[in-house]
């Protein structure tokens, strides 16, 4: 191993830091990317073996969500092109508690309005929704994500603006009749 591979290496003291720090975001990822539930455990444990075991290409200069997220989108792109996971599932509602000081009415209509995210995201191509979700969720540079995807920068402005226009047709199609715009 080169000089600059090893300085470049994630120490295994290291990976265990990012890995308490960074679980809730690769289980929120995988569940935007559609990934079902049930499944959703056994896919973020192979996401962070995965990066683990590929800790030596990670370089430090670059945010390590988007590294992890291409990892994940792959790792969800894969599972999903298995026959027996070829039917589509709705994307579910996060398991996750409301705050502790919301109110019950405000608690509902907040996991309607992530569930009608979900719902969306579901409704845009994986390619696409992969772009979307790092860059207008996750904030991430466009350049951060072409190269966490493997993809060009103009590519990745280009599924970025076609998932933009998929997410407002879908929200719309999705939101109640009268329901806020």
């Known amino acids: 191993m080169s000089a600059v591979a090893a300085e470049n290496r994630l120490a295994p003291e290291q990976f265990?830091?990012?890995?308490?720090?960074?679980?809730?975001?690769?289980?929120?990822?995988l569940r935007r990317l559609g990934i079902h539930q049930s499944?959703?455990?056994?896919?973020?444990?192979?996401?962070?073996?995965?990066?683990?075991?590929?800790?030596d290409s990670y370089d430090p200069r670059r945010?390590?969500?988007?590294?992890?997220?291409?990892?994940?989108?792959?790792?969800?792109?894969?599972?999903?092109?298995?026959?027996?996971h070829s039917r589509e599932l709705p994307l579910e509602q996060s398991a996750e508690a409301p705050?502790?000081?919301?109110a019950p009415d405000e608690a509902a209509v907040s996991s309607q309005e992530r569930q009608l995210v979900l719902d969306a995201l579901a409704r845009i191509?994986?390619?696409?929704?992969g772009v979307f979700i790092?860059?207008?969720i996750e904030g991430i540079a466009a350049p951060e994500i072409a190269q966490a995807l493997d993809i060009p920068v103009g590519t990745a402005y280009s599924?970025?603006?076609?998932?933009?226009?998929?997410?407002?047709?879908?929200?719309r199609a999705l939101r109640p009749a009268g329901g806020e715009g």
């Open 99 to 102: 705050d502790g000081g919301v």
């Open 125 to 129: 191509e994986l390619s696409r929704r």
């Open 63 to 84: 945010p390590i969500r988007a590294w992890l997220f291409g990892i994940a989108f792959r790792l969800a792109a894969d599972f999903k092109r298995l026959v027996r």
């Open 134 to 136: 790092m860059h207008d």
């Open 39 to 55: 499944d959703l455990d056994d896919l973020t444990h192979e996401v962070f073996m995965t990066a683990l075991r590929r800790r």
């Open 159 to 171: 599924r970025l603006r076609q998932a933009r226009i998929e997410f407002a047709e879908a929200v």
């Open 16 to 29: 265990s830091a990012v890995y308490r720090a960074e679980f809730p975001f690769v289980v929120n990822s």
